[in-house]
T-cell receptor
Framework: DAEITQSPRHKITETGRQVTLACHQT?????MFWYRQDLGHGLRLIHY???????NKGEVSDGYSVSRSNTEDLPLTLESAASSQTSVYFC?????????????FGPGTRLTVT | KNQVEQSPQSLIILEGKNCTLQ??????????LRWYKQDTGRGPVSLTI?????NTKSNGRYTATLDADTKQSSLHITASQLSDSASYIC????????????FGQGTTLQVKP
């Protein structure tokens, strides 16, 4: 069955370190998204991609970057981790950009920056 | 400003009882409204997706309603089970060709035996 996976599921890192969170989907979806989820906030969009070599900034993109070298993967990099980036990160993918199409979410990565 | 607000923030009910969760949105131009269920430690899973022309949609014991005129939606859970304990998130999509979604903060439901 097609799926979307994230790794690692849990990560503890120190302030200032570079961290990369992996996201892999087997649906062959062109559209992929990264969100963060914090108490008191709905999921907020960090970066998104509509296809290979395409990346776009979301509403909370500062301190994050993504790259899309193939259809299946969209890794999220924290250039220099800060305590404010302690959060749960979700990757998602969808077949279409608009309309009543599913956006499938991965299981999440809990990141703690100490 | 595009916003999605949910109420109540949290809810405790007894197993077997029904409950209704509310969602109000100020999103334009509206494309569709989704309800997601998020179990603790997991990613959100879609329950229903409704377009402008749909005013009710069911998925088993879950029934969502949509009033596009008043910009309100509700999720009704019938004969609740312990496994219904989760966060329920209302999400609205814009007509934008971007795939961007606007998320509510969620309602945390606890079903007690």
């Amino acid at each position: 069955d097609a799926e979307i996976t994230q790794s690692p599921r849990h990560k503890i890192t120190e302030t200032g370190r570079q961290v990369t969170l992996a996201c892999h989907q087997t649906w062959n979806h062109n559209n992929m998204f990264w969100y963060r989820q914090d108490l008191g906030h709905g999921l907020r969009l960090i970066h998104y991609s509509y296809g290979v070599q395409d990346t776009n900034k979301g509403e909370v993109s500062d301190g994050y970057s993504v790259s899309r070298s193939n259809t299946e993967d969209l890794p999220l990099t924290l250039e220099s981790a800060a305590s404010s980036q302690t959060s749960v990160y979700f990757c998602a993918s969808s077949w279409a950009r608009d309309g009543p199409y599913e956006q499938y979410f991965g299981p999440g990565t809990r990141l703690t920056v100490t | 400003k595009n916003q999605v607000e949910q109420s109540p923030q949290s809810l405790i009910i007894l197993e077997g009882k029904n409950c209704t969760l509310q969602c109000n949105y100020t999103v334009s131009p509206f494309s569709n409204l989704r309800w997601y269920k998020q179990d603790t430690g997991r990613g959100p899973v879609s329950l229903t997706i409704m377009t402008f022309s749909e005013n009710t949609k069911s998925n088993g014991r879950y029934t969502a309603t949509l009033d596009a005129d008043t910009k309100q939606s509700s999720l009704h859970i019938t004969a609740s089970q312990l496994s219904d304990s989760a966060s329920y998130i209302c999400v609205v999509s814009l007509i934008s060709n971007t795939g961007k979604l606007i998320f509510g903060q969620g309602t945390t439901l606890q079903v007690k035996p």
